[in-house]
């Protein structure tokens, strides 16, 4: 896993989180979350919801912008798809991460050191995919949890 490949130790600390909950399974629901256990990571955290789009190809809607990363960027897309990000660079680069975590069902780190608009912006975002099934039921990704952690918030 890339656990080693995680800088900040805040994400080490949701990626246990996610772990914990998953137990057995390939990786947990979205019920199995609990906000108030997240505190550590307030502000910084991404949920996204899955969508069939075009060509049954997934689109990732924000249902959470985390209000750090919104400040940081200069705009909340809270209710938005990430194909309505201002920053289409950025935007299709992320979406690779999302798709992988969307086919494999595992975690995903991405390692950001990069200029946007004039502004250097050096992050890691973990990417944890959330699903639906059971013993029964093939499992399925539905969501992915995004942490953010910026340089600065070691």
């Given at each position: 896993m890339m656990e080693a490949e995680l800088e900040q130790?805040?994400?080490?600390?949701?990626?246990?989180?996610?772990?914990?909950k998953r137990g057995d399974r390939p990786y947990p629901a979205r019920a199995d979350i609990d906000p108030a256990e997240l505190l550590f990571m307030l502000g910084d955290l991404?949920?996204?919801?899955?969508?069939?789009?075009?060509?049954?190809?997934?689109?990732?809607?924000?249902?959470?912008?985390?209000?750090n990363i919104a400040r940081r960027q200069g705009f909340d897309m809270t209710g938005k798809y990430i194909d309505e990000h201002p920053w289409q660079g950025f935007a299709r680069r992320a979406s690779e991460g999302y798709l992988?975590?969307?086919?494999?069902?595992?975690?995903d780190?991405?390692?950001r050191r990069e200029e946007i608009d004039g502004r250097l912006f050096r992050h890691q975002s973990l990417l944890l995919p959330l699903g639906i099934g059971c013993a029964v039921t093939p499992y399925q990704v539905n969501k992915i949890l995004v942490g953010v952690s910026f340089d600065a918030d070691r």
């Open positions: 130790p805040r994400l080490r600390k949701l990626l246990a989180y996610w772990q914990g991404i949920l996204f919801d899955i969508e069939s789009g075009e060509d049954d190809q997934p689109r990732f809607r924000y249902r959470l912008f985390g209000s992988r975590v969307t086919q494999t069902g595992a975690p780190l991405i390692t």
